[in-house]
Structure formats: structure tokens, C-alpha cells
């Protein structure tokens, strides 16, 4: 389902602008799961219990590789370490301080300059009764502080 910027920022318990680490895939049951750990620079939204900027959040995605197998899975953010990111975060119930990105790839907006994002969703977005395909947008700075002011 497509996603706002305010619907995304009312959505997510956390907000965050960092730095990506480090990726690692694990196996979860049956299922891969990569684990993004992700240096927090800036807190827009909510407390994660890592302690103060400069700590890290695990950003958990469904699919990945483990060895020879591998689970694609169409939605999933590309996050490469080195990268500058803001990222909504939803809370993972089930591994305290751990998140998963709300609304898939459209939880991820990569900073490309001072006062500009890339919002870059990778899988067709259900809007208006019909599939879309994804378009690349940018993002200045005011329309994200916008959209954060809608979301708290």
C-alpha cells in the first residue's frame, strides 16, 4: 500500500537520521532475515533503548542470503554500509530493540546532499484501487520536517 511521508511519520515508533554499519543474514526458522545495524546520528521520533546518539538500532528485514540459499523478497530496502539514511522504524514486539522499516522500502529516504533525500520505493504500491510502479522522488528537507510535524 502506498505510504505518505505523514502517513509514514504517524505510523513509525521511531525516526531516525544514521549512518548503515553493518548487514548480516541469519536464518529464523524457516525463514532469512537481514539484520542492518545502523549508527543513530539524529532522533526525530520516539526513544530506543540503545542510549544516547551515537548507538546503534538493528533494522530487521525479511530475506536475504545464508550460504548457498537465499530468500528475495520484493520491497526490501537495499541498505549498503557507508550510507546516510533517514529511516521510519516500527517497533519488532517480539526482539526487544529491534525494528523493522514501516511501509517496506518506503521507510527509507537516503540523504544525497545537505537539504536533499532520495525517496526511492522498489516495489509496486497499491494507490487509488490499482498497482503503481514505484517512482523515485526527491525529498528537500521542509517536506520531511513537514512531514514530521503531521506525525508526532
Known amino acids: 500500500?502506498?505510504?505518505?511521508?505523514?502517513?509514514?511519520?504517524?505510523?513509525?515508533d521511531l525516526i531516525m537520521r544514521g549512518t548503515v554499519r553493518q548487514q548480516t543474514s541469519e536464518w529464523r526458522g524457516a525463514l532469512?532475515?537481514?539484520v542492518t545495524t545502523v549508527e543513530v546520528a539524529a532522533l526525530f521520533k520516539g526513544v530506543f533503548r540503545s542510549g544516547p546518539?551515537?548507538?546503534?538500532?538493528?533494522?530487521?528485514?525479511?530475506?536475504g542470503v545464508v550460504g548457498r540459499a537465499a530468500m528475495p523478497v520484493e520491497g526490501a530496502a537495499a541498505l549498503a554500509p557507508g550510507e546516510q539514511v533517514v529511516l521510519f522504524l516500527l517497533r519488532n514486539?517480539?526482539?526487544p530493540g529491534e525494528y523493522y522499516l514501516a511501509g517496506m522500502s518506503q521507510g527509507k529516504l537516503?540523504?544525497?546532499?545537505?537539504?536533499?533525500?532520495l525517496w526511492a520505493p522498489t516495489a509496486p504500491l497499491w494507490r487509488d484501487g490499482a498497482l503503481?510502479?514505484?517512482?523515485?522522488?526527491?525529498?528537500?528537507?521542509?517536506?520531511?520536517?513537514d512531514a514530521l510535524r503531521g506525525g508526532r
Open 110 to 117: 537516503s540523504v544525497v546532499g545537505r537539504d536533499r533525500l
Open 93 to 95: 514486539s517480539e526482539c
Open 53 to 63: 546518539i551515537g548507538r546503534t538500532v538493528r533494522v530487521a528485514q525479511l530475506g
Open 132 to 145: 503503481h510502479e514505484p517512482l523515485a522522488r526527491q525529498v528537500t528537507a521542509g517536506e520531511l520536517r
Open 32 to 34: 532469512i532475515y537481514t
Open 1 to 12: 500500500m502506498a505510504l505518505s511521508l505523514p502517513d509514514l511519520a504517524q505510523r513509525a
